[in-house]
């Protein structure tokens, strides 16, 4: 897997799960016993014309893709999560049966956060 492959793959499996599952979960929500909030915000938005929930929608996709983008900025080490000079960096790999492990934040090259707002 290249770092390419593996945003595309957060892409699908994270940000655009996330914002498409909240939209699900607002039209009817799911489990036995929802939360009580959930259960609100669902009458709030079951109540809204079809057009303000598509803006919801479209406000759920922006709040995945700003997450997934900063939790990208966390792992390429241009946001910080621990202060001072000797902070520590961190190193995503993936490792694969039979293959090469592959460092999908390098230190030089294409910064995930760079290749998720690519396109």
């Known amino acids: 897997m290249s770092p390419s ?3 595309e793959a957060i892409k699908t499996e994270v940000r655009d799960a996330a ?3 909240t939209i699900i979960q607002l039209r009817t929500p799911t489990g036995r ?3 009580e909030n959930v259960r609100r915000l669902s009458a709030w938005f ?3 014309s079809e057009g303000d929930q598509q803006t919801v929608a479209e406000i759920a996709a922006m709040a ?10 966390v792992l390429d080490g241009v946001r910080p999560i621990q202060e001072g000079q000797q902070a520590g960096e ?3 790999t993936f490792v694969e049966a039979d293959k090469p492990s592959v ?7 294409d910064m ?3 290749l998720l707002n690519a396109k």
């Not at 995945?64 to 900025?73: D, E, K, Q, R, Y």
């Not at 460092?103 to 090259?109: E, F, V």
């Open 5 to 7: 492959q593996f945003v």
């Open 19 to 21: 914002s498409s599952d």
């Open 33 to 35: 016993r929802p939360a």
């Open 46 to 48: 079951n109540q809204l």
């Open 64 to 73: 995945s893709h700003n997450a997934v983008f900063g939790l990208m900025c």
């Open 90 to 92: 961190l190193q995503l």
């Open 103 to 109: 460092r999908l934040n390098p230190a030089t090259g």
């Open 112 to 114: 995930l956060h760079d």
